[in-house]
C-alpha cells in the first residue's frame, strides 16, 4: 500500500519584506534612449520578455509595450522612429486608437535590464514604466540583499536611481492617482523636485514633459492633494500609538 504524499510545509521567514521603486536609465538600450528622446512617449510593458538568441556583446528578445502618447501625431513620430531604427528586428502593432497603440516588439540590446531583476530574487509587483528614459521597477524582496545587489547590477549597465527603499505596507485605502497624475509625480521625484534644496522646478519639469508649466502643476497639485491627506493621517495615527 503507497504511503500517501504529506502535505509540504509553508516556509515561513523572520525576515520583513522590503519593498524598493527603483528607476534605470540603461545605457545603449532602446528602451531609454527613445523615451529620453520622446520625453511625450510613456511605455508600459504588459507581457512578460521572451529571449531568442544570447551572445557575448548583445541579446535578442521580444516584449509588448503599450505605448501612450500626448497626441496622435507624436505617437505616429515615436513608431515610426522605433520602425527605422537599426536595433529593431519587428515591430508589429497590434491595436492603435488615438493616442495609445499596442505593439509587439523584438529589438536587440546589449543585455536585459528584466532578467537582472529577475535574477536578483526580487520580485516586480507591477508593469515596468519607460518614460523620460528610465524605467521604473516596483519591487518586492525578502532578502532586503536582493535590492543592494540588483542596484550594483544595474549600476554595471546604467544609471541607477533609488526612488524608495524600506518595509513593505499594503497600501490599504491609497488613493489611486490618473496615469498622468503618476507620470508627473515619478518626474518630479527622478529630478529632485521634492528634494530640499530642489534639483529642479515647474518650468524645467513642463519642458521635459513636453506640456505648459500650468498643466504640469496642475498634475502634481492633484496628485498631491490626493496623496498628502492620507499620508498625514498615516503618520498621525502612527504617532498616537
Not at 554595471?156 to 489611486?176: F, Q, T
Not at 496628485?223 to 499620508?231: G, I
Request: proline share 4%; glycine share 4%.
Amino acid at each position: 500500500m503507497k504511503k500517501k504524499k504529506q502535505p509540504q510545509e509553508i516556509q515561513k521567514t523572520d525576515s520583513k519584506l522590503k519593498a524598493a521603486t527603483i528607476g534605470f536609465y540603461h545605457q545603449n538600450c532602446q528602451t531609454s534612449i527613445s523615451t529620453e528622446k520622446f520625453p511625450h512617449i510613456t511605455l508600459e510593458q504588459v507581457s512578460p520578455v521572451v529571449y531568442f538568441r544570447r551572445e557575448k556583446d548583445w541579446m535578442d528578445y521580444s516584449l509588448i509595450w503599450n505605448v501612450k502618447a500626448e497626441k496622435e501625431s507624436e505617437l505616429e513620430e515615436y513608431l515610426n522612429y522605433i520602425k527605422k531604427r537599426n536595433d529593431t528586428k519587428r515591430l508589429s502593432i497590434l491595436n492603435k486608437s488615438g493616442t495609445e497603440a499596442l505593439i509587439l516588439l523584438r529589438f536587440k540590446s546589449p543585455s536585459s535590464s528584466y532578467e537582472k531583476v529577475l535574477e536578483s530574487g526580487t520580485i516586480p509587483t507591477s508593469p515596468v514604466i519607460a518614460k523620460e528614459g528610465f524605467e521604473t521597477y516596483n519591487l518586492l524582496a525578502i532578502n532586503p540583499k536582493g535590492i543592494k545587489n540588483l542596484s550594483k547590477e544595474l549600476d554595471a549597465i546604467g544609471d541607477v536611481k533609488m526612488m524608495r527603499v524600506g518595509e513593505y505596507k499594503n497600501s490599504g485605502d491609497l488613493p489611486s492617482l490618473t496615469h498622468k497624475q503618476k507620470d508627473a509625480l515619478i518626474m518630479a521625484m527622478i529630478n529632485g523636485y521634492y528634494k530640499w534644496p530642489k534639483s529642479t522646478n515647474l518650468e524645467k519639469l513642463s519642458e521635459l514633459a513636453n506640456i505648459s508649466r500650468r498643466s504640469m502643476q496642475e498634475r502634481l497639485r492633484r496628485a498631491e492633494s490626493k496623496l498628502f491627506p492620507h499620508l498625514i493621517k498615516k503618520h498621525v495615527k502612527k504617532g498616537e500609538k
